[in-house]
């Protein structure tokens, strides 16, 4: 194994910028494992399918819109807009299905965490199953023709229409610093000190921490913690959605299984940052794509994901709890 310092060190303000977009998206799904981790004490690993059900939404939309012309100005704002609203609204709603269905019949019969991990685990293979049978499932109800072009190459790459102009904004050294990375890590940025201040402040967030420190005595105070658990579903859907769409503008391909290794990285990053802590979901995806993308430029692309997962191998051995390892019910108002 050869390793490029040569090319690291020429290229290190590019391959850090780069990271930081990757390292935002993989921030935004986490924020999802580590909220119902918060709050439940369960993995959802039926998460990463939140977030792909997103990326469709984002591409069907941008398809139906853009057509086979070539918009600008504020037709692509517009666009661009409503395509992050569409995943936004796809992934909450799949989120929330998915509480209703795998885990909130489980915890009224207070069955045993390895029981909701089980029905996690059954939920993603079926909703990563059934986008991958979108066609048969069209077929069945004779809506396969009119719907070809969104349901037609269910199990292979789709990709959406390129309606962002990536050009370069500024420079840092010798890399150029393009339009989509600065609004995806920009974006993910915003979204997520809006949801650390949400939880942090407002009547519904403090239940929610509430509920992550004490249920038994949060219930005897008065918080509905059905409610509770269903907005802390709503709220990690929403922001896997959003990290669906900023996917969908860097990288414009997903597929039926494209949930799996972004899911395994964002649940990474969540651990990394202090699985139940908020701002160490953000922590955690940064550290992680900026490594990653360093590792893979001096190992080998091959080794992208070895470097990965050796990360978190070596912060879990020194570090148990995570970079911030305080929890989202010991979160400080």
């Known amino acids: 194994m050869d390793l490029n310092f040569s090319f690291f060190f020429s290229n290190f303000p590019e391959l850090t910028v780069t990271g930081l977009a990757f390292g935002a998206i993989y921030a935004l799904i986490a924020l999802g494992y580590t909220m119902v981790y918060g709050v439940l004490q369960l993995i959802n690993f039926a998460h990463s399918e939140v977030f792909m059900y997103g990326t469709f939404a984002a591409l069907w939309f941008t398809m139906a819109t853009v057509g086979g012309g070539n918009p600008g100005g504020f037709q692509t704002l517009a666009i661009l807009i409503g395509a992050l609203l569409s995943?936004?609204?796809m992934s909450a709603l799949i989120a929330l299905i998915l509480e209703r269905v795998a885990y909130r019949p489980l915890i009224k019969r207070n069955a045993p965490r390895l029981i909701a991990l089980i029905s996690a685990i059954g939920a993603?293979?079926?909703?990563?199953?059934?986008?991958?049978?979108?066609d048969r499932v069209t077929g069945w109800v004779g809506l396969d023709d009119d719907l070809r072009d969104y349901v037609g190459r269910a199990r292979i790459n789709n990709s959406?229409?390129?309606i962002v102009d990536n050009k370069v904004l500024f420079s840092i050294g010798d890399a150029d610093v393009r339009m989509v990375d600065?609004?995806?890590?920009?974006?993910a940025i915003v979204m997520m000190v809006a949801v650390d201040q949400f939880v942090r402040r407002s009547r519904l967030g403090r239940g929610i921490r509430a509920t992550a420190q004490d249920p038994e005595t949060a219930a005897l105070m008065g918080v509905n913690s059905t409610r509770v658990i269903q907005l802390t579903f709503l709220l990690g859907g929403l922001m896997a959605g959003v990290a669906a769409f900023l996917y969908m503008l860097k990288i414009e391909v997903t597929k039926f299984d494209v949930g799996f290794l972004l899911g395994v990285k964002a649940f990474t990053a969540a651990v990394l940052g202090g699985i139940g802590n908020l701002r160490g979901a953000l922590v955690g995806g940064l550290v992680l794509g900026v490594v990653e993308n360093w590792g893979?430029?001096?190992?080998?692309?091959?080794w992208r994901h070895v470097v990965a997962f050796v990360l978190l191998v070596v912060i879990l051995l020194f570090r148990p709890t995570g970079i911030l390892g305080e929890s989202l019910g010991k979160a400080r108002t």
Not at 124 to 134: D, I, N
């Open 124 to 134: 993603s293979f079926v909703l990563a199953e059934l986008m991958g049978l979108r």
């Open 182 to 187: 600065v609004i995806v890590i920009v974006a």
């Open 296 to 302: 893979s430029a001096i190992l080998g692309s091959e």
């Open 160 to 162: 959406m229409p390129n």
């Open 87 to 89: 995943a936004m609204a």
